[in-house]
């Protein structure tokens, strides 16, 4: 009975130091325009608002499409799952660039749910769970061209409000990438797949083709990631909202936490976030570190929203490269800075960009556009993420982050001829070569149409195409060819890469040649392009094999225990086996656990190639998860 007391006591104790320090609500934010004006910024930077209420209400995400628009898509439904078809997208245009918008248009409003927006292909992709539309816009004029077609169904809402599939960006392999919250788990497929045929996604990151509609798992883990992007190198990174906060996306990785994803229960361990840091104090509650000063002097708290690596041309060049991500209940943009190591990166905490006098501040979404500025989308409000819960529809406003006074940009990428989009892969700002990348691979997608792959003589028909393709791409082909040979900055290389690979004018052979390549990032870009569409020989089971023996860059083996995972299970050993054997991989934080996630379908698959691959190993943990997996394996079995 006394310790009872005890423990009641303690509850009350702990629940009132909570209540005594938490973050005060305040019933009023301030005006829009007073919000910006009072933002804290780095000496040289201005803020200006882009859009506010009642213009927009709980802005939940954006795009940039390729007039420099943005594609906003409201949450006017968020936190009720059930309330109907009231969500929608709005267009916002800044037409005379003063930095404000004052043209507005409403693109569709008979949304459920919506939490991501992304344009391209001649319409805007659409995540408005449980289903993921396209909205037909041939000509972008802002009125669609007919009703809203579902390509996936079954995302999860079931457990929260939060947790949810978000967010999209268009990754440099032509493939549009989301996020994924664990909670609300879900079971894509395309309308009318039985549930047995269905793959349960648990979270993490995931990925959809725009030309093929395939969708597929491509990292699991985090708890609620919100927001991806990618550095100068292709590298993918996500930010979680809650701690850990960071995390350098591998294909095929698996991440921490590891709870409640029954479907990789044999990963056994995860890896781990590539931060330095918390921006949390680790007080005995998340509630009661809220709006604390031991939590402002790390970073604000533990909620994280919108990733952004800054590759644009606007800010200084030292901030060029480094990751930025909204901070919920610090009411800031954090900062962190990048480094190599190994092969993937470490992130340390830089000082903050943004600091929002407004107590209602929270940000969701970050993305720079053609003049370099960066805008940031702000829900608005007091009801999220252990605040108060008392959510506010009202609200909602869009700022924009400019270092001086950008020169305004009028144009649009769809327009411009081939040669000038292979042209805008030397562009400083990273803004102009993905759209014009994206645009690139649409207008391959219009020779397909012309040269059907369906024909009775397909390899007849296939060199017609060719043909047909090489003469509508031939002046962008030479530029991009000759910058992927001969230019110095690697990243322009690879840039060049990218864009012959999604408009098909790289063939398997001139990756396969890349696999010699002189530079590690562009060997590893081969590897994951050619995995991307094949599923590889015998022969090229051991082309990679043998590359795996004599590769000196961990960043490469990387991208080779990535590799393996998409080889069948039953030709998978050899490669694994020398995998397996680098003992200098040991103390790696990525790859001993990618070479486990690869190996793990052999160990459980095969007893003979199990013993194989424990005989080849050097490196203890792994020896150890195969041993592990052998003894599962054998008692349920009962062998």
């Known amino acids: 009975m006394l310790i009872r007391c005890f423990i009641v006591l303690l509850f009350c104790a702990t629940a009132h130091a909570a209540k005594k320090r938490a973050q005060p609500v305040v019933e009023k934010p301030l005006a829009p325009e007073e919000a910006a004006r009072t933002m804290q910024v780095p000496e040289g930077f201005n803020v200006t608002l882009f859009a506010g209420e009642p213009t927009i209400t709980q802005p939940i995400g954006f795009c940039i499409d390729d007039r420099g628009r943005l594609w906003v898509a409201e949450a006017k439904n968020y936190p009720d799952k059930k309330a109907g078809k009231n969500d929608r997208i709005i267009i916002l245009e800044d037409t005379d660039g003063d930095g404000r918008h004052d043209e507005r248009i409403v693109f569709y409003d008979k949304l459920e749910y919506v939490s991501g927006i992304e344009v391209g292909f001649g319409g805007a992709w659409v995540m408005s769970i449980p289903n993921f539309y396209f909205i037909p816009d041939e000509d972008y004029d802002g009125v669609p061209d007919g009703e809203p077609k579902v390509l996936l169904d079954g995302f999860g809402t079931h457990a929260n409000a939060h947790n949810i599939a978000n967010g999209f960006a268009w990754g440099p392999d032509g493939w549009l990438y989301g996020t994924h919250g664990v909670t609300n788990w879900s079971l894509p497929g395309k309308p009318g797949t039985p549930k047995e045929e269905r793959r349960r996604l648990e979270g993490g990151v995931w990925r959809y083709h725009p030309v093929r509609h395939e969708w597929e798992s491509f990292a699991v883990g985090t708890t609620n990631p919100w927001g991806i992007d990618w550095n100068d190198y292709g590298h993918a990174f996500i930010c979680n909202c809650v701690n850990p906060h960071l995390f350098h996306v591998i294909q095929g990785a698996f991440y921490a936490p590891g709870r409640n994803r029954p479907t990789s229960r044999y990963a056994y361990e995860r890896i781990e976030t590539i931060a ?332 003979k190639q199990a013993v194989q691959l424990l005989v080849a190993c050097k490196i203890p943990k792994l020896r150890q998860f195969i041993t592990r997996r052998m003894a599962v394996k054998q008692l349920s079995s009962g062998e």
Request: contains cysteine; glycine residues 6%.
């Open 276 to 607: 330095d840091h918390l921006h949390f104090s680790n007080t005995k509650t998340i509630r009661a570190g809220i709006g604390t000063p031991e939590e402002d002097l790390v970073g604000g708290g533990h909620a994280h929203c919108g990733t952004m690596v800054y590759l644009g041309d606007n800010w200084p060049d030292e901030y060029r490269g480094d990751v930025f991500m909204n901070n919920i209940h610090g009411r800031r943009i954090n900062h962190d800075r990048l480094t190599r190591r190994d092969s993937g990166y470490a992130a340390s905490h830089a000082p903050d960009v943004v600091r929002s006098a407004d107590p209602w501040f929270v940000g969701v979404t970050l993305a720079y556009g053609p003049d370099g500025g960066v805008f940031v989308s702000d829900f608005s409000d007091t009801g999220e993420c252990h605040h108060t819960r008392n959510t506010r529809k009202h609200t909602g406003r869009i700022f924009k982050i400019t270092y001086g006074k950008p020169e305004p940009w009028k144009g649009d990428i769809g327009k411009l001829k081939n040669i000038e989009l292979a042209k805008l892969q030397m562009h400083d700002n990273d803004w102009f070569v993905r759209h014009a990348r994206r645009v690139l691979h649409e207008r391959l997608d219009y020779s397909h149409k012309i040269w059907s792959p369906f024909s009775p003589d397909l390899e007849k028909n296939h060199a017609a195409w060719r043909g047909h393709r090489a003469n509508w791409f031939h002046e962008a082909d030479a530029a991009l060819k000759i910058q992927l040979s001969g230019h110095e900055s690697v990243p322009k290389r690879l840039r060049a890469l990218w864009a012959l690979y999604v408009s098909e004018g790289i063939e398997a052979a001139d990756l396969i040649d890349l696999l010699r390549d002189s530079d590690e990032y562009v060997r590893s870009w081969a590897v994951q392009l050619l995995m991307n569409d094949i599923r590889l020989t015998e022969a090229g089971v051991a082309m990679l094999t043998e590359m795996a023996r004599d590769e000196e860059s961990p960043l490469v083996r990387l991208y080779l225990a990535s590799a393996a995972q998409r080889v069948p299970v039953t030709m998978r050993a050899p490669l694994l086996k020398v995998l397996l054997a680098r003992v200098e991989d040991a103390k790696d934080p990525n790859l001993p656990l990618m070479y486990w996630y690869a190996a793990e379908p052999v160990v459980a698959a095969d007893s």
